[in-house]
């Protein structure tokens, strides 16, 4: 088992530019969730996925689009990238209210 | 809206020594609590998860509790090692939803 997994680990990207960051997992998760990481303010939620063919937005999604391609696959689209975006971007997924969350090992995004 | 206190932010520890850490929050209408580990550079890895009907779960020398009524949670360590030098979160996912909401961590330093 793989896991959850991110790709790329890292990426630089100029201001403007826009690319779509992918995560996949292969641990039955129902629900699927994107999280973005910055110094001093912790872990925060830009979209989710509770089933497959479902999304929400999070507590921080302006900027943002997601797709859950299937129950696998959910990619967090950056369509126009602001250095406000410059963060490190987690992927994580559970099957359900009562079970863990798993993460992935995160993509480390800077923006110029 | 909930808030969520981790407190210290910071420790240092000498090795075999028995440790606390504290979180606390603003709204008792928990889901669950999960107590989370953060390495550098890498992703969050789950410790423990404890249903809102439970007071508490143990994990090898891992004891994490939960005192709703007090809005407080801890997470024991006991016999520190320098392998358990890392950022420790904790994360509430509420009665109304099924979202993570993190604490900012501590980070804990255990000196050989």
């Known amino acids: 088992n793989a896991g959850v997994t991110q790709t790329p680990k890292f990426q630089v990207l100029k201001t403007g530019q826009s690319m779509t960051l992918q995560c996949a997992q292969d641990m039955n998760h129902n629900s699927m969730y994107w999280y973005r990481q910055d110094p001093g303010m912790g872990l925060r939620l830009i979209y989710y996925?509770?089933?497959?063919?479902?999304?929400d937005k999070g507590e921080v999604p302006n900027g943002y689009n997601v797709s859950r391609l299937n129950k696998r696959e959910f990619s967090l689209r950056l369509e126009s990238a602001a250095p406000s975006q410059t963060s490190v971007y987690f992927c994580?997924?559970?099957?359900?209210?009562?079970?863990?969350?798993?993460f992935g090992p995160g993509t480390r995004l800077t923006v110029l | 809206k909930q808030e969520v206190t981790q407190i210290p932010a910071a420790l240092s520890v000498p090795e075999g020594e028995n440790l606390v850490l504290n979180c606390s929050f603003t709204?008792?209408?928990?889901?669950?609590l999960q107590w989370f580990r953060q390495d550098p550079g890498k992703g969050l890895t789950s410790l423990l998860l404890i249903q809102s009907s439970q007071r508490e779960q143990t994990s090898g020398r891992l004891n994490a509790s939960l005192d709703k009524s007090s809005g407080r949670s801890t997470l024991y360590i006991a016999a520190s090692q320098p392998g358990d030098s890392a950022t420790y979160l904790c994360?509430?996912?509420?009665?109304?939803?099924?979202?993570?909401?993190f604490g900012s961590g501590t980070r804990l330093l255990v000196r050989p």
């Open positions: 994360a509430f996912v509420m009665d109304s939803s099924y979202k993570l909401i």
């Open positions: 994580a997924g559970d099957r359900g209210r009562t079970d863990t969350q798993y």
């Open positions: 996925s509770a089933s497959e063919g479902t999304t």
């Open positions: 709204d008792s209408a928990i889901y669950n």
